[in-house]
């Protein structure tokens, strides 16, 4: 339901706009789980492996996905903001057309590549065929992936986060059912975990293309809006591409850094996956500011409030750093206890608990360059969030990571500062550039105002 982000207390809005979001990340993280945790349940270590290869593997494309889909939420946003109702109409459409054929290819090339992804893994022996089994499957499912996804984009783009919260709710409950049944009731083991993952995604496009009819939510699409336009298409893929490159980069690094951690030994590798779990549960708020900030920031600026879009990021910037600080309280204090909670093993939570005190500082870093991403989104600057990203991830966080695991041996804290480090040079490179945006807009403002003087003038 297309719904005015423009008007009204623009703290309010953030708020009610970013929890159904943030609910929404969450359900999609516990989604995830699902698979591995069932398979654990009912089936043999090849079985979990192969499943959470694959896994691994499905999160990286999805992120992708939503990620080239937040160029359709800011053209949408900014459409409905300047009450341009053929426009966004034209967005949609074109959104349509773009993904569909785009996820149609992707999927006969990734059914082509699944050996060589699987062996580029590096999958052990025992778990090959599962794993080709759950990414055939899984690749033969993108299409509806993908649906969701622009979906759950369009709505976000009218305003709307509740509803892509109920499509991701019912496929998270349609996803353990039909695990339950698939894995435990007919052994189909990853196959039947690759199965529930796609089926439970068709239904939830379905049931949202079925409420989409029945509410009338205000899409207005006729034939000619999804004949693909060169203009809207490359501000579509402009936005979105940067955005999607960096999310895969960053996926990357993630396992760059885990393959560090691994070449320590099992009590490291232990402790630095642990760790991973737990801060991915803490980064969902990182992350649905950003997403927050680059709808509500969209339409702002495209009813002309840019007071109000960059009101909003201030207001984001603020929530963030104060739940990242709470967090660092907490895990400055209990790090231990909390690790313990997935490990008995003392080695594990000694290490697990200094890799956490390092690392859990990124939970206020990432929050401030999630929120500057998110606003350069909505202003067509999707470019400098992926350079300030590809640059952190090149020049620190790697190679630090990688120096920290050479030169301190006997402990896990420098390269949880490692990760935080890098978005140290985020943070600075995005200040750098909102403070230069800032400054241009103020010459121009001056500007207009000499010419709006001169032109008065003239007229008396």
Known sequence: MEKNLTTGSVFKTLISFSLPFLLSYFLQTLYG?????????????????????????????????????????????????????????????????????????????????????????????????????????????????????????????????????????????????????????????????????????????????????????????KKEHLRPRK?????????????????????????????????????????????????????????SMLSTVSALAAQNIGAGRDDRAKQTLRYAIMLSVSFGALSVLVMQLAAEPVIGLFSSDAEVIRLGGQYMRGYIWDCILAGIHFCFSGYFCACGLSLFSFLHNSVSIVCARIPLAYLASKYFADTLFPMGLATSAGSCVSVAICICVFLRMQRKERKHGKKQGMVHALRDHGEK
């Open 33 to 221: 789980m699902a698979d591995l945790f069932i398979v654990g349940q009912f089936n043999s270590v090849e079985s979990t492996t192969a499943v959470s290869i694959g896994s691994q593997i499905m999160h990286m494309l999805t992120v992708m996905i939503v990620g080239l889909a937040m160029g359709s939420t800011v053209m949408i946003g900014r459409a409905v903001g300047a009450r341009k109702q053929e426009e966004a109409s034209t967005a949609i459409g074109n959104t349509v057309t773009l993904f569909m054929g785009l996820s149609v290819v992707v999927s006969m090339v990734l059914l082509l590549l699944v050996k060589p992804i699987v062996a580029v893994m590096s999958t052990p022996e025992e778990a090959v065929d599962g794993t080709r089994l759950y990414l055939t499957i899984c690749f033969t499912g993108i299409p509806f992936i993908t649906a969701y996804n622009i979906i759950s984009s369009i709505f976000r783009g009218m305003g709307d986060s509740k509803s892509p919260m109920y499509f991701i709710a019912i496929a998270c409950a349609a996803n353990i059912v039909l695990d339950y049944l698939l894995i435990c009731g007919m052994k189909l083991g990853p196959a039947g975990a690759a199965l529930g993952t796609t089926l439970s995604q068709t239904i939830s496009v379905l049931v949202s293309l079925g409420i989409i009819l029945k509410q009338k939510s205000g899409l207005v699409l």
């Open 231 to 287: 203009n809207i298409l490359g501000s579509l893929l402009k936005i979105g591409l940067p955005v999607a490159f960096q999310d895969g980069f960053i996926q990357i690094s993630f396992i760059v850094v885990t393959v560090i951690a691994n070449s320590r030994g099992l009590n490291d590798a232990a402790a630095v996956g642990i760790v991973e779990k737990l801060i991915s549960f803490l980064f969902l708020v990182p992350s």
